[in-house]
C-alpha cells in the first residue's frame, strides 16, 4: 500500500504562487505515474498536470504550473505560478505504478484559496 501526504496549500492572492508537495511511501517511487488533480466546490474533479517520464498539462495551466519530482525524497511537487481565483480548488496527488489507466493511490487533498 502507498500512502501519499500533500502539503503546501494556503491562501494566497492573485497572481502569487504556492509550491504544493507530494510525499510518498512507496520504494522506487520514480518508476510510478503520478499526477495531481482538483476540485474546486460543487465542480467535478479535474486533472492538472502529469509526469512520467516526461510532463503534460491541461491547458488551463499551461505556463504557469510546473509538475517535477525529486526521486531522493520521493517527492512530487507542483510549483503553481500566476495563481488565479480560478485556480482555488482542492488538490490532490495520486500514483500508480501502471503507466496508464486509473490511479490506484491518492492523496487526502491541500487547500489552495486564490483571493482576487
Known amino acids: 500500500q502507498v500512502q501519499l501526504v500533500e502539503s503546501g496549500g494556503g491562501l494566497v492572492q492573485a497572481g502569487g504562487s504556492l509550491r504544493l508537495s507530494c510525499a510518498a511511501s512507496?520504494?522506487?517511487?520514480?518508476?510510478?505515474?503520478v499526477a495531481w488533480f482538483r476540485q474546486a466546490p460543487g465542480k467535478e474533479r479535474e486533472f492538472v498536470a502529469r509526469?512520467?517520464?516526461?510532463?503534460y498539462y491541461t491547458d488551463s495551466v499551461k505556463g504557469r504550473f510546473t509538475i517535477s519530482r525529486d526521486n531522493a525524497k520521493n517527492t512530487v511537487y507542483l510549483q503553481m505560478n500566476s495563481l488565479i481565483p480560478e485556480d482555488t480548488a482542492v488538490y490532490y496527488c495520486?500514483?500508480?505504478?501502471?503507466?496508464?489507466?486509473?490511479?490506484?493511490?491518492w492523496g487526502q487533498g491541500t487547500q489552495v484559496t486564490v483571493s482576487s
Open positions: 512507496a520504494r522506487s517511487f520514480s518508476n510510478y505515474r
Open positions: 495520486a500514483a500508480s505504478i501502471k503507466q496508464t489507466g486509473r490511479y490506484d493511490y
Open positions: 509526469i512520467t517520464w516526461n510532463t
